[in-house]
């Protein structure tokens, strides 16, 4: 496929202009962009504002293996990108015409092509001034303001950043961390009683010889079972290895690498191998998914791995600096843990040799290092809006009367703490996968509450409890979520009324006729 290169038109704008338009999205998220898609294919006049210089988020950002649950609920342009990746990839050889796993400078690549075919005015590197921003008239924001001193004024704004910037600066309601099981009558909410999963199966001490406790092991104590905090989930980057020698940059050790710091990983690879008999493999400690071109999608796997436990509770509320250093905090750990892995003597010589078969993908991420842009943001802040999507919305009341689409993936969260138990032995807490039954998606799950925001619509960091934006949060979702916004800003502009007030019924019926899907048929047997 060729690539279409979008005209950076950031690069156009100067400071103090004022940029008119119908709709104006923020944040380049695969949500984001396919929002820019639909508002565009509306007949609106749309701009994407991207702080960075890279489209399309998780999805171009690493994470390659799709989190799909059933793949029947994904339908709409959400279903057509990933029916681009798969002619992309010649799939129609094999009978079939979707790709649901790919490299990540494809994904960007077609997003890109999307927004251009529909006009959709690009500007990269237009971040949004960190204070003072946003300018309303009661309810209704007006204008939002760059760093670099562009104004932007829309009659529907679209915050589609995984951090909820935009949102937070209109005066928006939101939170984070995790609600009480009692709050909205969750048992799944709060401080895991029981976490099964990505958990030390083996007893691993938590103190050094000397007393001292480990590296990467959270000092505090949980609060009780069902409790609330305000911890997030922990994030990590989502790499792309190739095994393929040609392609491959080696692990390099990292500027300030300690080998201490992961000690407690060469304890549990020990405990380990001394329990079960065998050095254990790889896979255990690394997720290593396959996609295309002899590359691989690297995600977390087991009870210490590319998870940055921890680190991640300060980023909602952060400064852009702090977030800068969260960031790089993330790079050091899993550089570290990937050099670890692949050249210390504590780590037996086969787990080594298999870490050494792979290597950084030489052709992804060329203007970084060969290093994803995109750090996992699992979860930040999440608007409270008129409605709240809780766990039973996943679970028992699953149709809803304002549907724009579906969603079907596990309650999942990944651990929030690394702590000490009363043995004095180590262990992981908060990690949650849940089935959850095919359900509905109200739009509501987009609106803030009226008195707050009449033009604003937030397809990202949404309207939902933890445990059921655990569901939400996948990227599919916020593709179908995306997709609504940009009809529902259509309507909203075409009646002049507040995005509160659109049709909801003329809403799904015209997501219908675009593919959306509201019913969940499992395939034949």
Known sequence: MRTLVLLVCGALASYGAVEKFDVVVYGGTAGGAIAAVSAAREGLKTALLEPGSHIGGMVSGGLSWTDFGKKEVIGGYALEFYKRIGKYYGMGRYGNDLAWYHEPHVAEAILRQMLSEAGV??????????????RKSGAV?????????VTFSAKVFIDSSYEGDLMAQAGIGYTWGREASSQYDESLAGVRG???YHQFLVDVPAYASGGSLLPEIF???????????????A???R??????????????????????RYELLARLIAARTAAEGRVPGLRTFLKLDRIPNGKLDVNNQGAFSTDYIGASWNYPNATYAERARIRQAHRDYTAGLFYFLANDAQ???????????FGLCRDEFTDNGNWPSQLYIREARRMVGEYVVVQKDLQSELTKPDAIGMGSYNSDSHNIERIVDAGGFVRNEGDMQVPVKPYQIPYRVMLPKPTEARNVLVPVAFSASHVAYSSLRMEPQYMIIGQAAGVAAKLAIENRTAVQDVDTGRLTALLRQQGAVFEYRPPPR
């Open 121 to 134: 005015t690009l500007f990269e590197h237009h971040r949004l001034r960190e204070k003072d921003a946003v």
């Open 141 to 149: 924001v007006r204008q939002i303001v760059m760093e670099n001193g």
């Open 194 to 196: 029981r976490t099964p």
């Open 219 to 233: 000092a505090g104590k949980p609060g009780p079972a069902g409790s609330a905090d305000q911890k997030v989930q």
């Open 235 to 237: 994030y990590n980057y």
């Open 239 to 260: 790499m792309c290895f190739s095994e393929v020698p040609e392609n491959q940059v080696a692990f390099a050790r990292p500027a300030g690498y300690q080998p201490a």
């Open 347 to 357: 780590v037996p010589e086969p787990l080594r040799s298999e870490m050494n078969a």
